[in-house]
């Protein structure tokens, strides 16, 4: 495509048109036809909702910076892991100490025969 002197006319009207539009918006601005609209005035109603939205607000910023140190799922998952192999090890811990204790009976009994058989009648 080429562009030729028609396409630069054009496109300077178009420039143009811009130009007084933005100038007709100014000078209208300038007029004071152009204000936002103000605000209408705020009702007492209005008021005790904001000032209940803001202690809401509040609490609810208590409650996240409250939540941020509490223990994650994964956490909690893995504490639960931990405490069943706690218990794993507790019940291996509890079958080498019974183990131990007929050992000890065992040796009791065998001292007891020994000292038993050594001190004789005169134990009697």
């Known amino acids: 495509m080429q562009i030729t002197a028609e396409h630069w006319q054009t496109f ?5 048109i811009l130009g007084i539009l933005a100038g007709a918006r100014v ?4 007029l004071g036809f152009l204000r936002p609209p103000e605000p209408p005035a705020a009702p007492a109603a209005s008021t005790e909702i904001a ?5 809401h607000a509040e609490r609810l910023t208590k409650l996240e910076a409250a939540v941020v140190g509490l223990a ?3 956490d909690i998952h893995k504490l639960q892991i931990a405490i069943e192999r706690q218990g794993g090890d507790m019940r291996k811990l509890q079958t080498a100490i019974e183990h131990d ?6 040796l009791s009994a065998a001292i007891t025969r020994i000292e038993d058989h050594l001190m004789g009648d005169a134990r009697r």
């Open 12 to 16: 300077a009207a178009m420039i143009a």
């Open 27 to 30: 000078s209208l601005r300038k």
């Open 51 to 55: 000032e209940r939205l803001e202690r």
């Open 72 to 74: 994650s799922r994964d």
């Open 101 to 106: 204790a007929k050992a000890v009976d065992q």
